[in-house]
């Protein structure tokens, strides 16, 4: 069975800086899709970032940029130029790509804060 | 845009009683998911369809049950609410070839 793992639990920001959240994932797959949602307070769960194992480039949005390590299996997300608005829970997940119906993995996210 | 929508943003019941959370999507997606979210646990998927009438267990299914009559339509029922089922409950779609879920705004269910 798939796990995610995201240890830190809490991580906090100055705004205008960069921070990196940690997500490592175990997995005998080769093909795979990886996710980053974002969970505001009270509000709505959004898809952040995707990215499809076999793609080697790394996924980016905007101010949202993922390191991708294969091997290491290992998935972080990068955030720029961080604004109040980032301050969330975000969520880690994991999805197969060989069966047509597979379930999302999801890790047990960090609550990243954002400092004024 | 997607659009996922739940019946009820908060509810309110009492141990025994039976309930019934609703989903809508309107973007014609094949899969819909049902999640609990609880603090230090993250999600975890309740149940699943992939298409009308189908269903799969998810992780966690004891004490739930599900229903698909319509394509856009997925509930969740609690036959007999217990309060170790008071928990934020998220509903999920997404269309084939899977890609990533987009979800509703979530139930916060308090069973007393």
């Known amino acids: 069975a798939q796990t995610v793992t995201q240890s830190q639990p809490e991580m906090s920001v100055q705004e205008a800086e960069t921070v990196t959240l940690s997500c490592t994932y175990d997995t005998s797959e080769s093909d795979y899709y990886l996710f980053w949602y974002k969970q505001p307070p009270s509000r709505q769960m959004i898809l952040v970032i995707r990215q499809e194992a076999y793609k080697q480039q790394n996924a980016t949005e905007n101010r949202f940029s993922v390191n991708f390590q294969k091997a290491a299996k290992s998935f972080s997300l990068k955030i720029s130029d961080s604004q109040l608005g980032d301050a969330a829970m975000y969520f880690c997940?994991?999805?197969?790509?060989?069966?047509?119906?597979?379930?999302?993995?999801f890790g047990k996210g960090i609550t990243l804060s954002v400092r004024p | 845009d997607v659009k996922v929508t739940q019946s009820s943003r908060y509810l309110v019941k009492r141990t025994g009683e039976k309930v019934f959370l609703e989903c809508v999507q309107d973007?014609?997606?094949?899969?819909m998911f049902w999640y609990r979210q609880d603090p230090g646990l993250g999600l975890r998927l309740i149940y699943f369809s992939y298409d009308v009438k189908m269903k799969e267990k998810g992780d966690i299914p004891e004490g739930y049950s599900v229903s698909r009559e319509k394509k856009e339509r997925f509930s969740l029922i609690l036959e007999s609410a217990s309060t170790n089922q008071t928990s934020m409950y998220l509903c999920a779609s997404s269309p084939l070839p899977v890609g990533g879920e987009y979800f509703g705004p979530g139930t916060r269910l308090t069973v007393t």
């Open positions: 973007m014609d997606h094949e899969n």
């Open positions: 997940a994991y999805r197969s790509a060989l069966r047509a119906n597979s379930k999302l993995t």
